[in-house]
């Protein structure tokens, strides 16, 4: 399996919410994690955010959904890069607030650095989480 499949099978199974035991096949031992936002702030390995994922879409946005709007591979960097767009509604128990109802679809990117072994080595997520908790009421 190619570097590229590899990383694209772990978009899909963290996307859908599988958590660590559904990725880790596709991710290397130790494998860090980065983005600049301050929902993710306290998350530095790609364990901790597939299962902060799973937490999310099992919890406050129950029944969550995603698309990809684009992808790529960069041979000469090892890296792929994905478009997508997550739609969900905060329905479920958890958050920083009670159920408000509201949804949000909003765009982000993965950016997978692959090692040698074509797995995950290091994961950056570009959100606009501001953009997100705004249109879930859970900030002003």
Not at 51 to 68: D, H, N, R, T
Request: aromatic share 12%.
């Amino acid at each position: 399996m190619s570097a590229f499949e590899n990383a694209t099978k772990f978009f899909h199974a963290c996307e859908s919410l599988e958590g660590w035991e559904g990725c880790k096949q596709y991710v290397a031992e130790g494998a860090g994690f980065g983005g600049q936002c301050e929902a993710l702030a306290d998350i530095s390995t790609l364990e901790a955010y597939t299962e902060w994922m799973a937490g999310l879409g099992k919890g406050p946005l129950v029944g969550c959904s995603y698309v990809i709007n684009g992808s790529g591979w960069d041979e000469e960097n090892r890296m792929a890069v994905f478009f997508g767009t997550i739609t969900g509604s905060h329905n479920g128990e958890g958050g920083p607030v009670p159920p408000t109802g509201k949804e949000t679809q909003t765009d982000y990117v993965y950016a997978c650095k692959m090692n040698a072994d074509d797995k995950v080595e290091f994961m950056t997520k570009v959100w606009n989480v501001s953009w997100t908790l705004r249109d879930l009421g859970w900030a002003a």
